[in-house]
C-alpha cells in the first residue's frame, strides 16, 4: 500500500441542517471503509466548523481558511440563508463565493450544492425572508452556465420518506482520478463507489448559523 491520499470534504450550511451534516461525515467513514477506495488509497476527512480553533480576527476568517483547504465543497440549504458574516448575506454564502471563486482559478474544490425540499404550509412562509434567500441562491446557481460547477439538487418525494444521497457521485470522480495517478495509464475502473444514506426530514430550525 502506498501512501494515503486525504480528501478533505467541507460541509457548509445554514443551522438548520444537523442531520444532513452528519450524513456527510456518516458517508465519508463509509467510503473510507469500503475496499474499492482503500485500494486506491484514498481516504476522505469531512471538516466544517466544527474544526476550526478559535483565534484573534474575524470568526469567519478561520473557517474561510478550512474551505481555502479542502478538495471537496458540500454546501446544504433548508429553510435558512444564515446570519450576515460581515462580508456577506451568511456565513453560508461567503464560504461558497470562496469556494466558487478557487474553483474557476484552480479548478478545485469539486463544489456540490444540495437544497432540501421545503414543504410550504402557510402564506406565512412565502414571507419569511431566509426562506426567500435561499430560493433566490437556488435561482442563480441552477441559471449558471452548464459545465461551470457541479450541481446536484435533491427533493424529497414525501414528507414522510425522504432521501439524499450526499457525496458519493462526486467521491467516485475523485476515486477514479486518483487511480488514473496511481496506474499511471488505462482506464479507472468501472465500478463507481456508490453507498447510499438515508436523511431526517425534519432538523430543528432554531439553530443560528
Keep these: 500500500m502506498g501512501s494515503i491520499h486525504e480528501y478533505k470534504v467541507f460541509i457548509a450550511s445554514p443551522g438548520d441542517v444537523p442531520e444532513e451534516r452528519k450524513i456527510v461525515r456518516d458517508v465519508c467513514r463509509q467510503l473510507n471503509d469500503d475496499r474499492l477506495v482503500r485500494s486506491y488509497d484514498a481516504a476522505f476527512r469531512p471538516v466544517g466548523w466544527e474544526e476550526a480553533f478559535p483565534a484573534a480576527g474575524r470568526p469567519q476568517e478561520i473557517i474561510n481558511r478550512l474551505v481555502a483547504d ?45 437544497f432540501k425540499d421545503v414543504m410550504i404550509r402557510s402564506a406565512s412562509d412565502f414571507k ?19 459545465g461551470d460547477i457541479k450541481i446536484i439538487i435533491h427533493n424529497h418525494e414525501t414528507a414522510d420518506k425522504p432521501a439524499i444521497t450526499p457525496l458519493p457521485p462526486v467521491a467516485a470522480i475523485e476515486v477514479e482520478e486518483g487511480a488514473k495517478k496511481k496506474r499511471g495509464r488505462g482506464r479507472p475502473k468501472k465500478n463507481a463507489v456508490e453507498p447510499e444514506a438515508p436523511v431526517a426530514e425534519d432538523a430543528e430550525e432554531d439553530i443560528e448559523d
Excluded at 456565513?91 to 450544492?113: C, S
Design 128 to 146: 419569511d425572508p431566509q426562506l426567500q434567500k435561499v430560493f433566490e441562491l437556488k435561482d442563480k446557481i441552477e441559471n449558471m452556465t452548464e
Design 70 to 114: 479542502c478538495d471537496i465543497f458540500v454546501c446544504l440549504f433548508y429553510k435558512r440563508f444564515g446570519t450576515p458574516s460581515g462580508e456577506a448575506e451568511s456565513g453560508t454564502l461567503e464560504e461558497f463565493l470562496l469556494a466558487y471563486d478557487r474553483w474557476q482559478n484552480l479548478t478545485k474544490p469539486h463544489i456540490m450544492v444540495y
